[in-house]
């Protein structure tokens, strides 16, 4: 990994330097494309919500004889000519039939049907009920949490690191993460289940995490320069941006990996939903929270600060010392 | 080398780990073998030992959301019903003001659903007779023998018309024959769901005694009011209840007709039962004239008991109605699936994320891996103790949460390595690195986990059941983190970077200054190293200063070595030029 230190030697002395703060006119304009394109996948890709949140009944039937899913809806439809019904298999072993919301009299008769029509025992069918508020309410108090989770970050960050600027500029970073997440999961076809919603959770403190660990080295950078500085407010930005560049590597792909191998897993060897579900949402967030600390909070933050009069002032002081030092030589 | 401050200190620190992770240890071994509730197993929630989960929405009668006494009763109360269906191991909770959740292991079936979500009814029966709850009787040979089952045969209806509701015409031959062999702790007895209009067998609530009950006379609703309190006069505890319009004038009648039997002395007839659910909850004589509707029960109460009747008889009179939000099976087998994968699937992130290290950090990356490893025992044996303190039970969302934690454990030491790579960097010597690496990486450490934590409390208060095992197992995993890094990984990289192989920072150590361009540097341009700047601790630039006077060996030799080569091109500085040698 020799080349990976001098990679990382140059960055921090600022030999290697990548354009965040620079170029961000280009970032910028690449990060409100994802989004809009994000918030547009719906409109040719529905979200598919799951049944936790449409309510409806579910019946599994476990190891049946044959997979064939005819069965299912015929032995469905013999107790309820009408529900429309919807068979998967999962883990490529089991039948799962989800329905319109039935009665406690109908769900026991179409169990017994389904094991009949399967030739398994009836304790192999499994069924469940939920009931249409229960979505609502988990999304409803993910919703509640979400609003006072922003506003308590907003307040810690904003007393961290003396200016609120920095809040603003982490939060709308978030926000890009979010919808981008969300639009990468939908256009994956994935239901929205509450473990996809608790990887959305996830997503927003492990964004706001590495934008927080990022925004420290900035902090660090451009109060150290003091007023005798060589380098403008944007470049100490950009430098302190490059010299954690390594950092912010390494720790997506660490926490990439584990949730990685979950989502290896669980989506092509055994099939395990939950965990399924969970970990895409959260493997898609951990690299977008990495390139959105980098390419949106870090320059965004750096546009802010850049009206201000005393960093005007002393930019202009940078800039004329440096021209100067130019037709000097 | 153990007398310098730096290592004393670590070894301390060290120690102490040691000492916390026992006390650990011994605090779950007392739950194991003292207590006999605790396990060396964490409990596992129900989506991963398999189980029903019922989620019922509780309702008052007029719609309105019922208060947090109400549903804890509601609650309790349903944890009688299904205590009483012989399932064991049931877990009832209330959820978010409005919700309780019922887990069973196993598969809920018809029978057990319905009693779970029926309305509690709270009915007053006039006693007929009632017995000691057994199902045996001493014959003539002086032993015992179980009563007859009922003959089907017998005459189900009453001899002649009953005229009231303490009428003995209501027991038939049959009722008085299941009556005998009637058994309490069976629990396909279950007398909540009988009709109003119909006389009943039941039990008092520890199956102690039995009781044939005439037909109900007066529902909960008639109690406006029940409350515990002393009676002025003998100042025993006595429960108060105050009674509607309606069930005054329906309990005047009942209190004439009962006291009449007392008078008679027609016992147990002048008995008066509340009965809950189908169990007797109380069954007092009636010792007066109760013509204003403010009967008070007296007999043997403590504080406790009054207070236990008298909201039983207070909450049974606002009965909630429940409607099943949700309802879902997990097999057992689909359970033991899902964490298996979950563990398999966290042990291959783990390797993953070990040979990563290994390869960017060289042995530091060895650090990283022990560092989760202590990590990972720590963990283990606190959620062995929540389960067994505070009833917490690992869910498939906990595990995700858990092998999700492993990124963000090793990203504290990827922040504090960079920060001591950096150091290096400025041409610091391995050991001052170490330190002011130290101080610059906890600070953003402490900012950024503060986050996580925040993240998860906020979740846990808010977000339901679901949500809730993922949020404890992150903000529990980033406070150890936080824990370790503190106690474990900054001692041990203090200790390391002593010996032979990381001070001199060998090629394979991870701290190279050569690879990381910091000896190079040093030799061109003599960088003036910043002096410590502000924000950074007293302690850390003494244990720094510190840490310089005790070079190794090697470290000196080259420190001179570059100072001479400095001296003779005539630049300034000093390749670990700190000043303060």
Not at chain 2, 30 to 35: E, H, I, K
Not at chain 2, 208 to 227: M, S, V
Not at chain 2, 260 to 280: E, M, S, W
């Given at each position: ?5 001098e ?22 304009i ?19 919500f ?52 039935m ?11 389904l094991a009949?029509?399967?030739?398994v ?13 229960w ?15 922003l506003?308590?970050t ?12 920095m809040?603003?500029?982490?939060i ?13 999961y ?35 950078n451009?109060t150290e ?31 990439a ?9 669980g ?9 399924t579900d ?21 320059p ?13 002032a ?13 037709v000097?030589? | ?7 004393r ?25 003292g ?7 964490p ?15 509780a ?32 877990d009832?909770?209330?959820?978010g ?16 659903r ?12 006039a ?21 007859p ?25 049959k009722l008085?024959?299941e ?26 609530d520890l199956?102690?005694?039995?009781y044939?009950?005439g ?9 406006t ?16 209840l105050?009674?509607?319009?309606k ?8 209190s ?6 007392r ?45 236990t ?49 290994l ?14 490893a ?10 062995c ?6 009833g ?13 934690s492993?990124g ?17 960097r400025?041409?610091k ?20 986990k ?8 906020v ?19 980033t ?42 540097r ?36 080259r420190?001179e ?21």
């Amino acid at each position: 990994m020799a080349s990976m230190n001098e990679f990382g030697n140059n960055l921090y002395t600022g030999k290697t330097s990548f354009p965040f703060v620079g170029r961000r006119r280009l970032w910028f304009i690449i990060a409100i494309a994802l989004v809009v394109g994000s918030i547009l996948v719906p409109l040719f890709r529905p979200i598919q919500f799951s049944i936790e949140f449409t309510g409806g009944s579910q019946f599994t039937v476990q190891a049946p004889d044959s997979v064939d899913q005819r069965t299912a809806t015929e032995a469905v439809h013999s107790v309820v000519p009408t529900a429309t019904t919807k068979v998967v298999v999962v883990s490529g072993t089991d039948i799962r039939v989800q329905t319109d919301q039935m009665s406690d009299e109908e769900t026991q008769k179409v169990s017994a049907a389904l094991a009949d029509a399967y030739g398994v025992e009836p304790e192999s069918v499994t069924s469940s009920y939920i009931g249409p508020a229960w979505g609502e309410n988990v999304t409803r108090q993910s919703l509640w949490g979400l609003a006072i989770f922003l506003a308590l970050t907003f307040l810690i960050l904003a007393l961290y690191f003396r200016t609120w600027k920095m809040s603003a500029a982490a939060i709308i970073g978030l926000l890009d993460v979010l919808v981008i997440t969300i639009g990468v999961y939908a256009l994956a076809g994935f239901e929205i289940s509450p473990a996809a919603v608790i990887g959305f959770l996830t997503i927003l403190a492990y964004s706001l995490y590495d934008t927080t660990v990022v925004f420290d080295k900035i902090r660090e950078n451009t109060t150290e320069d003091g007023d005798q500085t060589g380098r403008t407010f944007g470049e100490s930005v950009n430098l302190a941006v490059n010299q954690t560049l390594v950092r912010s590597i390494n720790t997506s792909i660490v926490a990439a990996l584990p949730v990685g191998a979950i989502l290896f897993i669980g989506a092509f060897w055994l099939g395990a939903e939950t965990l399924t579900d969970i970990s895409l949402s959260i493997f898609v967030g951990i690299l977008v929270a990495t390139y959105s600390t980098l390419f949106v909070a870090a320059p965004l933050y750096s546009l802010f600060r850049e009206k201000e009069p005393h960093i005007v002032a002393r930019d202009a002081k940078v800039r004329s010392a440096r021209s100067k030092a130019v037709v000097d030589a | 080398m153990a007398s310098s401050s730096p290592v004393r200190h670590a070894w301390r620190v060290l120690l102490g780990l040691v000492l916390v992770t026992g006390v650990l240890f011994g605090i779950n071994a007392l739950g194991v073998y003292g207590f006999q509730k605790s396990s060396w197993t964490p409990e596992l929630a129900l989506d991963l030992q398999g189980g029903t989960q019922i989620v019922l929405q509780a309702q008052t009668e007029d719609g309105s959301a019922p208060s947090q006494e109400q549903l804890d009763q509601a609650a309790s109360i349903i944890r009688q019903r299904v205590d009483a269906s012989g399932v064991s191991e049931a877990d009832i909770t209330t959820e978010g003001g409005q919700n309780i959740v019922v887990q069973i292991p196993g598969v809920a079936d018809e029978q057990t659903r319905d009693r779970i979500k029926s309305s509690a009814q709270l009915e007053f029966r006039a006693v007929l007779a009632t017995n000691a709850a057994t199902t045996e009787f001493v014959g003539e040979d002086g032993e015992s023998t179980p009563y007859p089952s009922p003959d089907p045969t017998l005459a189900a209806t009453p001899t002649a018309e009953p005229t009231d509701a303490s009428d003995l015409s209501w027991v038939s031959e049959k009722l008085a024959a299941e009556f005998l062999a009637y058994d309490c702790a069976n629990p396909d007895n279950d007398p909540a769901r009988a009709p109003k209009d119909e006389p009943l067998i039941a039990c008092d609530d520890l199956g102690q005694a039995k009781y044939i009950l005439g037909p109900a006379e007066l529902d909960g609703t008639a109690i406006t009011d029940a409350t515990a309190g002393r009676d002025p006069k003998t100042g025993a505890w006595i429960v108060q209840l105050t009674m509607n319009d309606k069930g005054t004038e329906a309990f005047g009648e009942v209190s004439t007709r009962l006291n009449q039997y007392r008078i008679d002395g027609l016992t147990p007839r002048d008995q008066f039962a509340f009965v809950l659910d189908g169990r007797v909850i109380s069954a007092p004589r009636m010792n007066g004239l109760i013509l204003d509707g403010r009967p008070s029960i007296s007999g043997s109460f403590t504080q406790e008991s009054a207070t236990t009747l008298a909201d039983q008889l207070k909450f049974g009179a606002l009965p909630l109605s429940f409607t099943v939000q949700s309802s879902g099976t997990v097999s057992a087998t689909l359970g033991t699936q899902q964490l298996q994968i979950g563990l398999i699937a966290g042990l291959i992130g783990l390797a993953l994320v070990a040979v990563y290290s290994l390869l960017v950090y060289r042995a530091l990356g060895a650090v990283i891996v022990a560092s989760i490893a202590v990590m990972g025992v720590l963990t283990y044996i606190i959620i062995c103790i929540l389960a067994w303190r505070m009833g917490f039970r690992l869910s498939l969302a906990g595990v995700a949460g858990l092998i999700v934690s492993i990124g963000f454990v090793a990203d504290s030491f990827i922040v504090y390595f960079e920060r001591i790579r950096d150091e290096l960097r400025d041409g610091k010597s391995i050991t001052a690195a170490v330190e002011d690496g130290w101080g610059r990486a906890k600070r953003t450490i402490y900012i950024s986990k503060s986050i996580n934590i925040l993240a998860a409390v906020v979740l846990y208060i808010l977000a339901d059941a679901t949500v809730k095992g993922f949020a404890f197992t992150l903000g529990l995993t980033t406070v150890i983190d936080v824990f370790i890094f503190v106690i474990f990984t900054h001692p041990v990289m203090q200790l390391l970077v002593r010996t032979r192989f990381f001070g001199n920072g060998h090629p394979l150590s991870g701290l190279d200054p050569q690879a990381l361009g910091a000896v190079y540097r040093s030799r061109s341009q003599f960088r003036e190293v910043a002096t410590a700047s502000a924000g950074r601790g007293a302690r850390n630039a003494r244990s720094r200063g510190e840490a310089d006077r005790r070079q190794t060996i090697a470290e000196r030799k080259r420190a001179e070595a570059l100072a001479r080569e400095a001296s003779s091109s005539g630049r300034p500085g000093s390749a670990s030029g700190e000043g303060e040698n």
